[in-house]
């Protein structure tokens, strides 16, 4: 079974609109953290926003917000007024802090953005 | 301050050689991972460094191997290179213990004709 899955090959958003990308996932730990990272076409990986499994309130990180909701295993990106330059490859991560995993990462959403 | 470095940033090696991959993690991080991305797929992971130990390891033949020195800086080394091999290779940092952040290089693009 997969540990991270993102359903949502690709989307489409205009400039200034708010758009979230999908993420569920799959754990048997107690303890575990929850990431986001975005891939522009230079191959770079730029880190996001971070939730842990113990941790309340949603992680916020300027215009990205993760809706972290722990009974469904979900973990979405909120992307809050997008620009043009948001236009990347997205990734939803986990790490079982419980079974001492690296970071396992789902296959990735493309954001397209227009003007 | 520094962030993750790889170097080289491409490589271009032919089927059956060696090829070796370097990383320095963010001062402070003694973790590192690596991670093979193959054109249009998502980040595999190879292995995870702490402490200059190895301490997972993906699925993936004996072939891909690696260490960690005493600086915290890796190497990554795949022999007998396949075809197959040809992907981007990210290494990334952390902090041992947090996992919090883990920080990406650029990425090693290596192809094998």
């Known amino acids: 079974a997969q540990k991270i899955t993102q359903t949502q090959p690709g989307m489409f958003v205009q400039e200034k609109e708010a758009v979230t990308l999908d993420c569920t996932y799959d754990t048997s730990d107690q303890s575990y953290g929850l990431f986001w990272y975005k891939q522009p076409s230079s191959g770079e990986m730029i880190f996001l926003i971070y939730q842990g499994s113990y941790d309340e309130q949603n992680a916020t990180e300027g215009r990205y917000s993760l809706n972290f909701q722990k009974a469904r295993k979900s973990a979405n990106l909120v992307i809050s007024a997008s620009q043009l330059g948001d236009s990347a490859m997205y990734f939803c991560a986990m790490r079982e802090v419980q079974a001492g995993t690296a970071l396992i990462f789902g296959k990735g959403t493309t954001l397209s953005v227009s003007s | 301050e520094a962030g993750v470095t790889q170097s080289p940033t491409h490589l271009i090696k032919t089927r059956g050689q060696q090829a070796t991959l370097r990383c320095s993690p963010i001062s402070g991080h003694t973790s590192v991972y690596w991670y093979q991305q193959a054109l249009g797929l998502g980040l595999q992971f190879l292995l995870w460094?702490?402490?200059?130990?190895?301490?997972n390891r993906g699925n993936f033949p004996p072939r891909f191997s690696g260490r960690q020195f005493p600086n915290y800086s890796s190497e990554l080394n795949v022999n007998a290179l396949e075809l197959e091999d040809s992907a981007l290779y990210l290494c990334?940092?952390?902090?041992?213990?947090?996992?919090?952040?883990?920080?990406f290089g650029q990425g090693t693009r290596l192809t094998v004709v």
């Open positions: 990334a940092s952390s902090l041992a213990g947090t996992g919090i952040e883990a920080f």
């Open positions: 460094y702490d402490e200059g130990e190895e301490r």
